[in-house]
């Protein structure tokens, strides 16, 4: 799941498939990616993997890295 | 007190161990940002900065924009904002436009200036303040990678080492308050932004006067949600310091995550909250309910009307907060205020309110005559906040402005907002529209003809009309486009996406055979609206 949401965010939020990130680089903090793309991002994980965000499980600890997004969406896929 | 920087050398005198800024867990008191601020400024100094001299502030919400922004200051220099998340395009306009030569930044920011930073903008220096070992969680030493890229265009970096070798004393620098202290770039409407030149006692009177209003003090807290270039940003970087108290900047992740700021709130116990309406809007699903926000006594905001429904809503959550509609635009920062007495009823706009100190106003019709009480007109304002003018834009300085002489050589300099107003018999100003084509999305000002003229700039665009229609009390931005050759509508607003901030690339783009248009020959937006 990592790879996939890697490659996602790779290729359609940063037009950059070349480019080097990892699941536990600081995506939203470091400037990488602005509200509009963190949008994005969340409407393909809700529709990728077919399920629905609460707006209540939007933190920081859920979305901060990959690694974070993939455990927090294996997590709510139960 | 009459330099912005004064604030913070007074409250390290009356409250040396007050915490100015926050971010996140760390903190500057205002010692520490006096004596960080100081050696910022020598460093400035030795690298050849004068007086007048702009620096930009490339940096995202962070603790480091507090010792930039002192630090440019107690230099004798001028801060200039910039947005890390805007097209490279846009701040290279920028660096250019008003001769940047040193940047403030850190080691977070080095691809998006790898991308910005070209051999033409000649740009001297880039500067972090933060060491690696210091409060910045990135680190403030530069990698090998970018030190090498910048020594490549000859730009020198420097870290926390070099500026630990300043001195930490106050510069002595001549400097006066109609001095230049920053200057805030925004739309325009020739398809380049524009430089709003604000003087230290343009934001020192804008501190005064909401420091009076709201009547803040040294034990309040601000949530700072608003990036440094957004005028909204002024309160959290001027106002809080001149009364010494502390401004906690939310970090970019929380303004993303309003479940976390929602908490970020409330762990911080924020007296004080401004920002645009729909952050606090996105509060309302995150679960504000189960959480403990006595502690805020003012929720100022401003930027856009607030859908009446959704503040009922929040006023009913916060029972303990005076809400205050803030207006102004950046020109003039702040003109009027309106607190609410209670959460609206019906669904109509609220009003702008009552015009605040120092300040006056003129509504003048179509010729130039004093509207009547009720009747609608373009709104004036004469202001101890206004503005200096637009950065090398004299032309368009004296184009927004309204001079009058009442008294034989007392010239009074009126700055024309564009927005229509009416005001009512209980004396409260109601905004009622543009006279022109600028719209606001989620708070930003757009120039509907700045997206035009990008658009028309690609080789295969013929011809090209820009139009903001209203969806479910949200403005969105459509495009008609006649091409001269065929296109993918993805293509163009990638494209767009390089010039053009996010926020102004629109939603839909719709291509068309030919422009509908009136029979004087223009552009007929009427049609395009209802069709």
Not at chain 2, 11 to 18: E, F, I, Q, R, T
Not at chain 2, 338 to 348: A, G, R, S, T
């Amino acid at each position: 799941m990592t790879d996939i949401i890697i490659q996602y965010i790779k290729k359609e939020i940063l037009n950059d498939p070349d480019t080097t990130l990892t699941a536990q680089d600081d995506l939203l903090g470091s400037g990488l990616v602005d509200s509009m793309g963190f949008v994005r991002i969340i409407a393909f994980l809700e529709e990728e993997y077919d399920i629905t965000i609460p707006p209540t499980d939007m933190v920081i600890e859920h979305f901060m890295n990959i690694e974070a997004m993939s455990n927090y969406v294996a997590k709510l896929k139960g | 007190m009459y330099l912005i920087q004064h604030s913070i050398l007074n409250s390290a005198n009356h409250y040396p161990d007050n915490e100015a800024f926050r971010y996140n867990d760390k903190a500057l008191t205002y010692k520490e940002l006096v004596e960080q601020s100081h050696q910022l400024a020598h460093l400035l100094i030795s690298l050849g900065v004068q007086r007048g001299d702009r620096v930009g502030v490339y940096l995202n919400r962070c603790l480091e924009t507090a010792v930039a922004v002192y630090g440019i200051l107690s230099a004798g220099a001028v801060f200039v904002p910039l947005d890390p998340y805007a097209p490279p395009s846009r701040n290279q306009f920028v660096i250019q436009d008003c001769g940047i030569e040193h940047l403030i930044s850190n080691k977070n920011q080095e691809k998006n200036l790898k991308n910005t930073l070209t051999e033409n903008l000649n740009v001297k220096s880039i500067i972090s303040p933060f060491g690696a070992d210091s409060i910045s969680p990135f680190g403030g030493g530069w990698g090998v990678d970018f030190a090498t890229f910048c020594a490549n265009l000859n730009t020198r970096t420097f870290t926390q080492k070099n500026l630990q070798k300043s001195l930490s004393t106050k510069p002595q620098i001549c400097i006066l308050e109609e001095d230049l202290a920053y200057i805030m770039y925004t739309s325009g409407t020739t398809g380049t932004p524009k430089g709003i030149m604000h003087t230290h006692r343009s934001g020192l009177a804008y501190a005064k006067l909401s420091a009076d209003l709201y009547n803040v003090q040294s034990t309040d807290r601000l949530g700072n949600h608003a990036a440094l270039h957004f005028d909204i940003s002024t309160m959290g970087y001027f106002t809080m310091p001149y009364v010494g108290g502390t401004t906690v900047i939310v970090s970019d992740i929380h303004t993303k995550l309003p479940a976390s700021m929602v908490q970020l709130i409330e762990k911080e116990r924020l007296t004080i909250w401004y920002s645009v309406p729909l952050a606090l809007i996105q509060l309302l699903q995150s679960g504000i309910e189960e959480r403990d926000l006595t502690a805020l006594r003012w929720v100022l905001y401003g930027g856009e009307p607030f859908p009446a429904k959704h503040l009922r809503t929040l006023m009913e959550q916060l029972p303990n907060a005076i809400f205050s509609n803030v207006y102004g635009p950046a020109e003039v920062n702040q003109c009027t205020y309106y607190n609410l007495p209670k959460p609206p009823k019906d669904d109509e706009t609220i009003p702008l309110g009552k015009v605040w100190g120092n300040t006056e106003i003129l509504i003048f019709d179509e010729n130039n005559n004093p509207a009547k009480v009720g009747e609608t007109g373009e709104l004036l304002v004469r202001s101890a906040t206004q503005m200096k003018g637009y950065w090398d834009r004299r032309d368009l300085t004296e184009k927004n402005l309204y001079k009058r002489e009442k008294i034989t050589g007392c010239e009074e300099v009126f700055y024309r907002t564009g927005d229509l107003v009416r005001i009512c018999e209980q004396g409260d100003l109601h905004f009622l529209g543009r006279k022109d084509r600028q719209v606001k999305i989620r708070g930003y000002r757009i120039e509907l003809d700045e997206i035009e003229a990008t658009l028309t700039t690609h080789e295969a665009v013929d011809s090209a009309a820009i139009f903001a229609i209203k969806n479910d009390d949200e403005a969105y931005i459509n495009a008609v486009v006649v091409l001269k050759k065929d296109l993918e509508t993805s293509d163009l607003k990638l494209y767009l996406s390089e010039y053009l901030p996010a926020y102004a690339v629109p939603s839909n783009i719709k291509f068309i055979d030919a422009i509908p248009r009136t029979t004087a020959g223009k552009v007929n937006y009427k049609i395009l609206k209802t069709s």
